[in-house]
Nanobody, 124 residues
Framework: QVQLIESGGGLVQTGGSLRLSCTAS????????MGWFRQAPGKERELVAA????????YLTDSVKGRFTISRENAKKTVFLQMNSLRPEDTAVYYC?????????????????WGQGTQVTVSS
């Protein structure tokens, strides 16, 4: 069992930055592919970013490439999502996810474990 706790969301103006963090409980954090999903009101859930177990491979959805970065520190059981040049369309609840069976970082299927979510609001 893995518990995920997100932090770092908030309200920011267009062009601003936020850094989301997600810390996991339990052992074997390095066995899990980690992902960040987001869901805006009235829209489908979207895979924003994912990172491989060792951190050497990452995926970013096209709309955030060049603006967002995903990284992880396995010793601290933490994954990060650095978000720069934020836009109003980035407004959503962001969820941290973990799954030990993901083979393709681009796969947007439901991960095994989800955090409670953190709200990101970008004002225009």
């Amino acid at each position: 069992q893995v518990q995920l706790i997100e932090s770092g969301g908030g309200l920011v103006q267009t062009g601003g930055s936020l850094r989301l963090s997600c810390t996991a409980s339990g052992r074997a954090f390095s066995l899990y592919v980690m992902g960040w999903f987001r869901q805006a009101p009235g829209k489908e859930r979207e895979l924003v970013a994912a990172i491989s177990r060792g951190g050497g491979d990452t995926y970013l959805t096209d709309s955030v490439k060049g603006r967002f970065t995903i990284s992880r520190e396995n010793a601290k059981k933490t994954v990060f999502l650095q978000m720069n040049s934020l836009r109003p369309e980035d407004t959503a609840v962001y969820y941290c996810n973990a799954d030990s069976t993901i083979a393709n970082l681009r796969a947007s299927r439901t991960y095994a474990y989800w955090g409670q979510g953190t709200q990101v609001t970008v004002s225009s």
